[in-house]
């Protein structure tokens, strides 16, 4: 199977998102809570490109530390985002083809450390271990190839800072209704089960404009892959009307076709105005 980042950050959110709202509930809000997650994210990308930048376990361990500061208070979640922070390192490393790097080792030795052994015939999965060293039933399970259907992954460099400038622009060109709130637009660029997003996003400009939206996401670099993009749109996105966004692959025939009646939306260039910032 195919493993891009996407699916990587799938898995490590699936872990991650129960441990972070464990932590925070009881004196945050859900938005607080989802911009946490969020930071986490970012935190986690940074950390990985510091010690891919002096790739020792000195740097790993000094990342490590930084990425779970949040969480020293209480060990158990201290320990648990450790896991997950190292199983993220350690399959990004499979993703980009690493497995040689010394660093690699020096992951894989971490996680061995915590009674972590990854299956040799599927990297990214990882199972729990009794003090006796036997399995007691993987935490990773089959999520890589599940049927559920998980939202956009945003691919931007700074993930928290992207998402929360595109939701206030989307609403400041009134391109989404002021009721759409904020919990449910980052995570629909954040790799949740779209069947827990509560809410939708109501966009009031035409369908046409949205389709052209999510294409222009997909260009070079892509701010989300192109997997079950519209089959996401339709289950994340609903129209003034409050009826799903459907029939997007239609939608883009007649933006970019071939027939004598395919053309851009009037207004596209506030979206490429709005995109242009993500990209610079």
């Given at each position: 199977?195919?493993?891009n980042k996407?699916?990587?950050w799938?898995?490590?959110?699936?872990?991650?998102?129960?441990?972070?709202?464990?932590?925070?509930?009881d004196?945050?809000s859900?938005?607080?809570?989802?911009?946490?997650?969020?930071?986490y994210?970012q935190?986690?990308?940074?950390?990985?490109?510091?010690?891919?930048?002096?790739?020792?376990?000195?740097?790993?361990?000094?990342?490590?530390?930084?990425?779970?500061?949040?969480?020293?208070?209480?060990?158990?979640?201290r320990?648990?985002?450790?896991?997950?922070t190292?199983?993220?390192?350690?399959?990004?490393?499979?993703?980009?083809?690493?497995?040689?790097?010394d660093?690699?080792?020096?992951?894989?030795?971490?996680?061995?450390?915590?009674?972590?052994?990854?299956?040799?015939?599927?990297?990214?999965?990882?199972?729990?271990?009794?003090?006796?060293?036997?399995r007691?039933?993987?935490?990773?399970?089959?999520i890589?190839?599940?049927?559920?259907?998980?939202?956009?992954?945003w691919?931007?460099?700074?993930?928290?800072?992207?998402?929360?400038?595109?939701?206030?622009?989307?609403?400041?060109?009134?391109?989404?209704?002021?009721?759409?709130?904020?919990?449910s637009?980052?995570?629909?660029?954040?790799?949740?089960?779209?069947?827990?997003?509560?809410?939708?996003?109501?966009?009031?400009a035409?369908?046409?404009?949205?389709?052209?939206?999510?294409?222009?996401?997909?260009?070079?670099?892509k701010?989300?892959?192109?997997?079950?993009?519209?089959?996401?749109?339709?289950?994340?996105?609903?129209?003034?009307?409050?009826?799903?966004?459907?029939?997007g692959?239609?939608?883009?025939?007649?933006?970019?076709?071939?027939s004598?009646?395919?053309?851009?939306?009037?207004?596209?260039?506030?979206?490429?105005?709005?995109?242009?910032g993500?990209?610079?």
């Open positions: 199977m195919s493993v996407t699916q990587l799938i898995t490590t959110q699936r872990e991650t998102a129960p441990i972070i709202e464990a932590f925070y509930r004196n945050y859900e938005q607080a809570i989802m911009q946490f997650k969020l930071k994210r935190s986690c990308d940074r950390a990985f490109d510091n010690v891919m930048s002096n790739p020792k376990l000195e740097t790993l361990e000094v990342q490590l530390s930084i990425v779970c500061s949040p969480y020293i208070d209480n060990e158990e979640s320990l648990a985002m450790a896991v997950a190292l199983k993220f390192f350690r399959n990004r490393l499979t993703v980009e083809s690493k497995q040689s790097d660093i690699f080792n020096v992951v894989y030795k971490k996680l061995e450390d915590l009674n972590i052994f990854p299956d040799e015939n599927a990297v990214l999965q990882a199972w729990e271990v009794d003090e006796n060293g036997k007691i039933g993987h935490i990773e399970s089959d890589l190839g599940s049927s559920y259907l998980c939202s956009y992954v691919l931007g460099n700074n993930v928290t800072d992207d998402l929360n400038k595109l939701f206030v622009a989307l609403k400041n060109n009134n391109l989404i209704a002021d009721d759409t709130d904020s919990v637009f980052l995570s629909a660029f954040n790799g949740v089960e779209i069947s827990t997003i509560e809410n939708k996003i109501k966009w009031i035409s369908k046409k404009l949205c389709v052209y939206f999510i294409n222009q996401l997909l260009q070079e670099p701010l989300i892959e192109e997997k079950n993009m519209w089959s996401k749109l339709e289950n994340l996105f609903i129209d003034k009307e409050e009826k799903p966004m459907d029939r692959a239609q939608e883009k025939q007649k933006i970019f076709g071939y004598k009646e395919a053309r851009l939306p009037s207004n596209f260039m506030i979206i490429n105005t709005i995109l242009k993500f990209r610079d």
